[in-house]
């Protein structure tokens, strides 16, 4: 049953790309059945010199505030967690272990969103040298790896997204060793992956692909959980049908629930 699956990748108007209340949220959750859900804001990392006016710890307290008003009067049945959307964390390392320490996260995504400060939407992916791409980027996820500075590392192949949207069909081969070394780092350290369905309603399949998720379950990897990656409360839990469909065809019989950032296996 969906409904029980929860949904571990979820934005509200607390982050700067939605406008969606934690009201809306809430009761299209319930209307949908949805026992589960877990807040992941975003909070993006720089590289210096440059400093975001968005993100800084008034932002993370902002976060925490609301988050708090929602659990005290959430008028539904539905369970809200509190999860964190690291958006390269590796370039401030220390900042980030000092915000894992002061709030009570429950879950945190590693992603990398931007490679020398710039967005992976604004590269141009008619002339990028994709080496030199696969290259930084996973080597940006490696350091979030070593630093254990999250829980799963979200959207795992992300740059797909935006050159597909260009016209690129940039799908990475399960025999790229920058993607092998990935995987086999993360489950080393017990760091997860998320299945990401936002590329299926976005027209590129989900993130990772189904070749992905069989190579890691391949190499011994267990950690896994749904996002929608939702901006807006009609795609909670979207295409989740499709995603357990891959899981199953993966080999996993399980996904994850993280309660105080420890996980728990959910049989599926």
Do not use: W
Not at 238 to 251: N, P, R, S, T, V
Request: proline content about 4%; glycine content about 6%.
């Amino acid at each position: 049953m969906i409904g029980n699956i929860p949904d571990y990748h979820i934005h509200s108007s607390v982050s700067p790309d939605s406008t969606e209340s934690y009201i809306n949220i809430l009761k299209v959750a319930e209307q949908k059945g949805i026992s589960d859900l877990m807040f992941t804001e975003h909070f993006e990392f720089f590289s210096a010199p440059y400093s975001s006016p968005i993100f800084q710890k008034k932002y993370l307290d902002n976060y925490y505030t609301q988050y708090c008003l929602c659990k005290q009067s959430n008028p539904t049945s539905v369970h809200v967690g509190f999860g964190i959307e690291f958006g390269q964390p590796n370039l401030q390392p220390e900042t980030a272990k000092n915000f894992l320490k002061k709030y009570p996260f429950d879950y945190v995504i590693g992603s990398c969103h931007k490679i020398d400060n710039i967005d992976l939407s604004r590269y141009n992916y008619v002339t990028i040298n994709t080496d030199r791409l696969y290259d930084t980027y996973f080597s940006y996820l490696l350091e979030i790896i070593e630093h254990n500075l999250c829980d799963c590392l979200g959207h795992l192949d992300l740059f797909k997204r935006y050159a597909a949207r260009q016209g690129i069909p940039l799908n990475i081969s399960c025999e790229n060793d920058y993607l092998q070394k990935v995987l086999k780092e993360a489950i080393s350290h017990g760091i997860g992956i998320e299945i990401n369905t936002s590329g299926i309603r976005q027209g590129i399949g989900s993130m990772p692909s189904l070749d992905v998720l069989k190579l890691y379950s391949r190499l011994h990897g267990e950690i896994i959980t749904l996002g929608s990656d939702a901006h807006l409360a009609s795609d909670l839990q979207k295409d989740f049908d499709i995603a357990l469909d891959y899981l199953k065809q993966a080999g996993f019989s399980y996904i994850t629930h993280y309660q105080n950032r420890k996980p728990e296996m959910i049989k599926i």
